[in-house]
């Protein structure tokens, strides 16, 4: 049992792209909230259905039901109100990929509370960033020293956090009360102490404590690729809007299990882990990884059989580079990639290895899946294929027209029939900007790309990112994905240089596959490897071996701090 039936009128199983299109439309109900109105209900009609399959490094694993995942939120947000917790509270969660994650979102969805998650690579600076620039009123962090450690470096710096709450591990709740008295005595609440003696009964509020559609449910930071990063708010029919995202796109299957890769503090979490996919009836899997190593994670699949499978080309570049057909992936039938552009080199050697072809998706923190390539439509590496039922996705030019196939544009979202589900409501905090994005007739990404004949598109850069190098355009995902067919390069990233000839040169930034080693013989070989395959005018001048690129700590290239330094 699924409760699709109950938000859309589609039989996503039996249609094809352009009838979703044509006739998607979600069914809004009044002051719709998530834990009540999917949750609860699985809980009433399907109490025994998955909803969660947890493991970790240390060989811990279970499964949790509706009806076990409806009652542990309830407690949870009784914990939450014992604390002074209410509508429109801003709480900040770092949690990693612990199963307490889970009700603790939930239950803050309960009460009315605004989520912040955030990841646990945050320091001190990001934290306090994040803390004053959210006026958050509580903080709830995983017993991992080092965050721990970091907000303890700022709590006297803060100007609203009334509560700091710690969530211990398994181990760690059996260690002793002294422990606990400690914390309490430093001025930390140990969650579980509170948590396993609270009641499993929590009301749905009424009157001014009852949520509203357009209240504020969730905040997320923006990775900040340049400045400082914005404040996303998405109201409560956020989850419906992730209707598309889950069955369409990700193509998840009622009562198997779906696996995303994304950690509990970014955007892409709740794209995969809980919203869509509990709404059409699939369980998330959720692997408390503390280091990402290709071979665990393809032996997680193979034990726990996952159906459909998400995470960023950067984890599929690696996969590739182990022997896939040594795993028993048979219970695997859909994967999907998105975060950046998938290059072809990587889409042939996994469909070579596993007999299974990746379907790329496009969105931001801002929205829900934008485009994607979706069942029934060929996948073509690199593109982010057609717009996504809902949204009114285009490229257009200057003058705010179409842009011709082949052309580059900005990609843009038109607003004229109104905001799709799913869409953010505002940046927190900056009316200006929020007015500037929302208000007219046109969102733009601040992406660019191009239609090709078949009407795909296909996504060339951030506005900053793009090179103009003797009086052409250059895409630098273009260059940096014939880099990537060469063996020796594991990542790159391809940047404009001041050129008084030319404006700009191309530089490519490379790190290295393991067995190689920088020198001039290996950088000549690439330069003329890459000179093979593309224009004269994409030839890069410059390269440039490194350990590492520098990335946000969502993992994306920061090509402005390259930049910042080549000046």
């Given amino acids: 049992m699924n409760l699709l039936k109950d938000f859309v009128d589609i039989d996503f199983d039996n249609t094809n792209y352009e009838s979703v299109k044509s006739q998607f439309n979600i069914k809004i109900p009044e002051n719709f909230n998530f834990a009540y109105d999917v949750v609860d209900k699985y809980a009433e009609l399907e109490p025994q259905k998955r909803a969660l399959v947890w493991c970790d490094d240390n060989g811990s694993s279970f499964e949790m039901t509706f009806l076990e995942m409806s009652e542990k939120s309830k407690m949870a947000a009784n914990f939450l109100v014992n604390h002074g917790i209410k509508k429109g509270d801003h709480v900040l969660m770092i949690l990693r990929r612990r199963w307490e994650f889970w009700p603790i979102l939930l239950a803050m969805h309960r009460i009315g509370a605004v989520a912040i998650p955030a990841t ?15 006026k958050v009123n509580m903080v709830i962090c995983l017993d ?11 709590r006297p710096l803060t100007k609203t956090v009334d509560n700091f709450v710690i969530v211990r591990s398994i181990e760690a709740k059996t260690s002793a009360e002294s422990e606990a008295d400690n914390l309490q005595t430093n001025g930390w609440i140990e969650f579980h102490g509170e948590f396993e003696k609270s009641s499993k009964e929590f009301a749905r509020p009424t009157g001014e404590k ?27 029919l956020y989850p419906l809007g992730h209707i598309i995202t889950a069955k369409f796109w990700q193509n998840v299957i009622d009562d198997g299990l779906h696996f995303s890769v994304a950690e509990t503090g ?20 959720v692997y408390d990884m503390i280091q990402f190593k290709p071979g665990l994670l393809m032996k997680k699949i ?29 219970s695997l039938k859909y994967c999907v990639t998105a975060g950046e552009a998938l290059n072809s080199e990587v889409f042939n050697k996994f469909y070579e290895q596993t007999g299974i072809k990746m379907f ?45 196939p082949g052309d580059v544009g900005s990609i843009v979202l038109h607003l004229d029939a109104g905001k799709p589900t799913g869409l953010f409501i505002g940046y927190c905090g900056n009316d200006e900007l929020t007015k500037e994005a929302l208000s007219g007739d046109l969102y733009y990404t601040g992406d660019t790309g191009y239609f090709d004949e078949d009407g795909y598109i296909w996504f060339v850069g951030r506005n900053d990112d793009l090179i103009k190098s003797s009086g052409y355009r250059v895409s630098p995902f273009e260059v940096e994905s014939i880099f990537q067919q060469h063996p020796a390069v594991l990542e ?23 067995g190689y080693s920088p020198s001039k013989e290996l950088e000549s070989e690439i330069l003329q490897f890459v000179k093979s395959k593309t224009a004269s005018y994409k030839h890069p001048r410059i390269i440039e071996f490194v350990k590492e690129l520098p990335k946000t700590i969502s993992g994306k290239i920061r090509r402005v701090e390259i930049r910042g330094e080549d000046k």
């Fill in 120 to 134: 646990n690579q945050l320091l001190a600076k990001d934290i306090e960033y994040r803390l004053n620039a959210a």
């Fill in 144 to 154: 991992e020293k080092h965050i721990f450690d970091e907000i303890n470096a700022v």
């Fill in 210 to 236: 009852a949520t509203q559609n357009s209240d504020a449910m969730l905040l997320y930071f923006t990775s900040g690729t340049s400045g400082q990063p914005k404040m996303v708010q998405h109201n409560f």
């Fill in 266 to 285: 970014w955007a892409k979490a709740v794209w995969g882990k809980i919203y869509g996919q509990w709404i059409a009836g699939a369980a998330v899997f």
């Fill in 302 to 330: 193979e034990e726990f059989k996952v159906n459909t499978f998400c995470a960023p080309p950067t984890v599929y570049r690696y996969l590739i580079r182990s022997d896939l057909k040594k795993y028993d992936l048979s």
């Fill in 360 to 404: 790329e998706g496009y969105g931001q923190t801002e929205s829900t899946l934008m485009a994607g390539n979706f069942p029934g439509m060929e996948p073509k590496p690199g593109s982010m294929g057609k717009a996504a039922p809902g949204y009114n996705l285009d490229v257009i030019d200057s003058n705010k027209n179409r842009c011709k």
């Fill in 492 to 514: 790159c990233a391809v940047t404009g240089i001041p050129d008084k000839h030319r404006g700009q040169a191309i530089k490519a930034t490379i790190v290295l596959t393991k």
